[in-house]
C-alpha cells in the first residue's frame, strides 16, 4: 500500500528541522510511558488479587451452604446427613452466625457470634492461627469462647478463668416486658480461652467462637444453622463436588467456593483495577493528542514532497492518509515499545522484588509490591492503544486535509 509505505518511511527518517524530531519522539514517549504504566499499574492488582486468593483464610471451608432467602437452614442434621453420602464429601458440618453484644467487665461492643461444633477444630487450622491462650469449645466445668483479635483489644479481654465475657442477643419470639427491658434478651457467660488472628479483616475484626450448642440456644434455635461447612477430600476436584451439591440441593440453597465466599474482596480489586484503569486511559488520550501537533509540524517539514506528490498524480485524499497513517503508527510503535517496557518492568518486579512495600516488615505478609503478567491485560491494553490512534489518525486527517489545501 502506497500511502503506507510512505508514511513508514516518514517515521524512522531523519526529519531536516531537529525539532521535528525532537516532538515526534516527544509524541512517541508520551504514548509510550502511559501504554507501561497501564501495564505495571494493571499488573500490580493482578498480584494483589493473587496475594489476596494465596492468603484465603484458614477459617475458610472448602464449601459453605447459606441460604438463597432467610438467614437459617431448617432440618440441619438430615441435610448434613444427605452431603456427607455424597462421593468427595469429607466432613459437613453446621455453624452459627449472627450479630451480637459482648461485655467484659466495664467495656462492650457489637461482635459476630459463630457457634462452631467439637469437629470444628478437626476442619480448620485455628489452633495454628491462636497467638494467645488456646483454642477450647467445652469441657465439664464451662463453655469457653475464642475471640479474633480486634473483639480482644475492643473488650480489653484476655484468656483468664477469672471473669466472664456476657453474650447477650435479642429473643426471637415473644413480648417485651417495658417493665423490665432486659428479659428481651438471652444471655450466656463464657470464659475466654484465647485469642486469634488471622490477618483477615473479616475474621480479625468482632469475631466471637464459641459452641454451637451456646449459639443455639441464644437465637432458640432447634435443629437450624445459618450456615453449613464443608471440607472435601483432597483427591477431588472442588469445582464437580461444588456443582453436584448444588444439583441436589436446588435453588433454595447456594454453595459457596473459598474464592466466592470472598467474593466482595476480589470484586473490590477488580473495580479499583479498572476504574485506574480508565484514570490511565484518559491520560494516555491526552499523551496520543501530542501527534496532532507532531503531524502539523511533519506537514510543513514535508511541504515540498507533498508538492511532488500532487505533480505525480497524488490526490489530497491519498496525502492525508498518509499523515493519518504516520499518525496511527506512531501511537502502535509507542504503545508496542510501552508494552515491551513493562513486561521487562513486570517481570523484574516477579522476579526480583525491587520495589518494596512501606511499613513495618514484621506486619507484613509480604514486603515488596506483587505483580503478576496477565496476557489478555496486554491485549486490552494493545486494543486502547489502537482504538485511541485510530480517532487520534483521524482527527489528525482532518487538520492535515485542510493544511494540504
Given amino acids: 500500500m502506497f500511502p503506507l509505505r510512505i508514511a513508514i518511511r516518514y517515521l524512522f527518517s531523519k526529519k ?7 516532538i515526534s519522539l516527544i509524541s512517541l514517549a508520551g504514548v509510550a510511558v502511559a501504554t507501561m504504566a497501564i501495564v505495571c499499574v494493571l499488573s500490580v492488582f493482578n498480584g494483589f ?17 447459606t441460604p438463597v432467602e432467610g438467614k437459617s437452614i431448617s432440618s440441619v442434621d438430615s441435610l448434613i446427613y444427605e452431603i456427607e453420602q455424597i462421593d468427595g464429601i469429607d466432613v459437613a458440618i453446621p455453624t452459627i452466625e449472627e450479630q451480637a453484644l459482648a461485655i467484659y467487665g466495664e467495656r462492650q461492643m457489637p461482635v459476630m457470634i459463630k457457634g462452631v461444633p467439637l469437629e470444628y477444630e478437626n476442619t480448620t487450622g485455628i489452633k495454628s492461627i491462636v497467638i494467645d491462650g488456646d483454642f477450647y469449645l ?9 475471640l479474633s483479635v480486634g473483639a480482644a483489644i475492643g473488650l480489653g479481654a484476655t484468656p483468664s478463668l477469672y471473669r466472664y465475657l456476657g453474650i447477650y442477643t435479642p429473643k426471637r419470639e415473644g413480648r417485651v416486658n417495658v417493665a423490665n427491658p432486659m428479659t428481651a434478651f438471652r444471655s450466656d457467660s463464657l470464659i475466654v480461652a484465647g ?22 440456644r441464644l437465637l432458640d434455635y432447634d435443629n437450624e444453622a445459618t450456615a453449613i461447612e464443608v471440607m472435601v477430600k483432597p483427591s477431588f476436584n472442588i469445582s464437580k463436588v461444588t456443582a453436584q451439591l448444588q444439583t ?5 440453597l447456594i454453595v459457596k467456593d473459598r474464592l466466592h465466599q470472598q467474593e466482595q474482596s476480589f470484586r473490590m480489586i477488580e473495580i479499583e483495577k479498572w476504574i485506574t484503569f480508565l ?6 488520550i491526552i499523551a496520543s493528542f501530542n501527534i496532532i501537533s507532531t503531524l ?3 506537514v510543513i517539514e514535508k511541504s515540498e514532497n507533498i508538492h511532488t506528490l500532487h505533480s505525480l498524480g497524488a490526490t489530497s485524499t491519498m496525502i492525508s492518509r498518509i499523515f493519518m497513517l504516520e499518525g496511527w503508527l506512531i501511537s502502535i510503535v509507542g504503545g508496542i515499545a510501552g508494552v515491551i517496557i513493562g513486561v521487562i518492568l513486570t517481570l523484574a518486579q516477579q522476579w526480583g522484588g525491587f520495589i518494596k512495600l512501606s511499613g513495618d516488615p514484621s506486619a507484613l505478609s509480604i514486603d515488596h509490591y506483587p505483580v503478576r503478567l496477565d496476557v489478555m491485560d ?8 489502537i482504538v485511541i490512534g485510530f480517532f487520534t489518525a483521524q482527527i489528525t486527517a482532518l487538520f492535515t486535509r485542510k493544511k494540504i489545501r
Fill in 296 to 298: 502539523s509540524m511533519l
Fill in 279 to 284: 484514570m490511565l486511559a484518559f491520560i494516555l
Fill in 248 to 252: 441436589i440441593l436446588g435453588d433454595e
Fill in 378 to 385: 496486554l491485549f486490552v491494553v494493545m486494543g486502547l492503544v
Fill in 16 to 22: 531536516t528541522h531537529n525539532a521535528v524530531n525532537i
Fill in 138 to 146: 467445652t469441657d465439664s466445668i464451662a463453655s469457653y469462647a475464642t
Fill in 195 to 216: 485469642v486469634y488472628q488471622v490477618a483477615q479483616a473479616e475474621y480479625d475484626t468482632d469475631m466471637v467462637i464459641l459452641p454451637i450448642e451456646n449459639a443455639a
Fill in 49 to 65: 488479587s493473587d496475594l489476596s486468593a494465596a492468603h484465603l483464610s484458614i477459617l475458610d471451608p472448602d464449601l459453605k451452604i
